[in-house]
């Protein structure tokens, strides 16, 4: 794109990602893998939370401690996790290092050993995990609300299901990382101190013979529950709300999340002012923007006491009743400057840079750079925002609660 920016996809369908940051000292790389949680077996939902453990302990010569203690020899800060469409390996240090580091990462997708006792180590973490949602309810509301919202297999919990975790064995696991780490459609983004070149090159040698064929997705489905809610013993009852909206790629895109950014994206915001603030009926109240591929929508919350909560709630949708009637032109300002806040914050960190455009490029072909997302946010008018809101109310939400008794949710 230019002496800042470097694209290449390899004849194997990874491509490479590349932002340089002069000034900046370090480095950090972001290896997307197309193995999130939407493409885990249908009997094995958790999957990918698995794999994204065992790849780590041992993989090419070194074995598990081995392997541990080099990538700490290089000071690397580093992480994997599953997601709705990626497994992600991250890391970031001293520039040398992280491109030092390449191979290694190679190794762990593409020779890890997938030891015994890494497996029982991985699935017991996975299990612990899923028994803490029990003390975070809003934790637990948030995974039934994308669960009852959201198609599937898009709406499942990437912690897992229990059955699942307990009735897999090592096999399925060595089975499954065959099939689905594959270097097609995979995204290696790399953003700091860098030469494009040498980081060109130590890609082509750790990646570029890597071969195989994408599984194909599992087709979607919509779940049709539109409300839920679960029985829980508590002093607190959790509320979340969600609605359709566009995705990413839509003409709108910046105009609903400033719209969203009004509405609950801080203390200035509507929701956190009239239902928090003015009537003291929650502790804790948002709503926001959120997208997978191919499909936008909006995530709110608010956390009462018991006897509050059906107040709550109805100020909530009366708020959003009353969006559809436009916000004014102090409350875009705030918005407009709280997200540009943020895309200057990120600018300034190389862990952010090379998960933004590796994100950038999955959702939309391509890389935005901060200069034209500030551009894009600046050139929104009151008068588009007001005019999309009035065509475009909130509604059809489903809404989840988690708490003693269940609320009187109308429409």
């Known amino acids: 794109?230019?002496?800042?920016?470097?694209?290449?996809?390899?004849?194997?369908?990874?491509?490479l990602l590349c932002e340089a940051m002069p000034g900046m000292?370090?480095?950090?790389?972001?290896?997307?893998?197309?193995?999130?949680?939407?493409?885990?077996?249908?009997?094995?939902?958790?999957?990918?939370?698995?794999?994204?453990?065992?790849?780590?302990?041992?993989?090419?010569?070194r074995d598990n401690r081995q392997l541990t203690a080099y990538l700490d020899s290089l000071?690397?800060?580093r992480s994997t996790s599953a997601a709705v469409h990626h497994l992600r390996l991250s890391c970031a240090a001293v520039a040398e290092n992280v491109v030092t580091a390449l191979p290694t990462y190679a190794d762990?997708?593409?020779?890890?050993?997938?030891?015994?006792?890494?497996?029982?180590?991985a699935r017991g973490l996975a299990l612990q995990a899923l028994d803490s949602i029990e003390d975070e309810p809003r934790q637990k509301l948030m995974i039934r609300l994308k669960?009852?919202?959201?198609?599937?297999?898009?709406?499942?919990?990437?912690?897992?299901?229990?059955?699942?975790?307990?009735?897999?064995?090592?096999?399925?696991?060595?089975?499954?990382?065959?099939?689905?780490?594959q270097p097609n459609n995979a995204i290696l983004a790399l953003a700091g101190k860098i030469d494009f070149a040498q980081v060109h090159e130590m890609a082509e040698k750790a990646f570029?013979?890597?071969?195989?064929?994408?599984?194909?997705?599992?087709?979607?489905?919509?779940?049709?529950q539109r409300t839920f809610h679960e029985t829980q013993k508590s002093e607190q009852t959790h509320i979340g709300i969600a609605w359709n909206s566009v995705p990413e790629t839509d003409a709108s895109y910046y105009t609903i999340r400033l719209a969203m950014e009004a509405l609950g994206g801080g203390m200035s915001s509507r929701l956190f002012t009239e239902v928090r603030e003015k009537r003291g009926l929650c502790y804790s109240v948002w709503a926001g923007y959120s997208s997978l591929k191919g499909l936008g929508c909006i995530l709110g919350y608010a956390g009462t006491s018991n006897e509050r909560a059906q107040a709550t709630l109805d100020c909530f949708l009366?708020?959003?009743?009353?969006?559809?009637?436009?916000?004014?032109?102090?409350?875009?300002?705030?918005?407009?400057?709280?997200?540009?806040?943020?895309?200057?914050?990120q600018g300034e960190s190389t862990s952010a840079r090379a998960g933004a455009i590796a994100y950038d490029h999955f959702m939309r072909g391509r890389i935005r750079t901060l200069e034209e997302i500030k551009a894009a946010l600046d050139a929104v008018s009151l008068d588009q925002v007001n005019t999309y809101l009035k065509a475009n109310p909130p509604r059809d939400f489903t809404i989840v609660t988690v708490g003693p008794k269940p609320l009187d949710i109308r429409g």
């Open 1 to 15: 794109m230019s002496d800042r920016f470097y694209i290449h996809t390899f004849a194997n369908g990874l491509t």
């Open 25 to 61: 000292q370090s480095a950090a790389m972001t290896l997307l893998l197309r193995a999130g949680s939407e493409s885990d077996p249908q009997q094995f939902c958790g999957m990918s939370t698995i794999l994204s453990d065992v790849i780590t302990r041992g993989a090419g010569a």
């Open 75 to 77: 000071g690397l800060q």
């Open 108 to 121: 762990m997708v593409r020779l890890p050993h997938l030891p015994e006792d890494g497996f029982e180590a």
């Open 147 to 181: 669960e009852m919202f959201l198609p599937y297999p898009m709406n499942r919990n990437t912690m897992g299901e229990r059955k699942h975790l307990q009735a897999m064995t090592l096999a399925d696991v060595q089975a499954n990382f065959a099939l689905r780490f």
């Open 208 to 224: 570029g013979d890597w071969t195989g064929t994408q599984s194909p997705e599992l087709p979607r489905k919509a779940t049709g």
């Open 318 to 345: 009366g708020e959003l009743d009353r969006l559809s009637s436009g916000i004014t032109a102090q409350e875009l300002e705030r918005a407009k400057t709280g997200l540009k806040a943020s895309t200057i914050m």
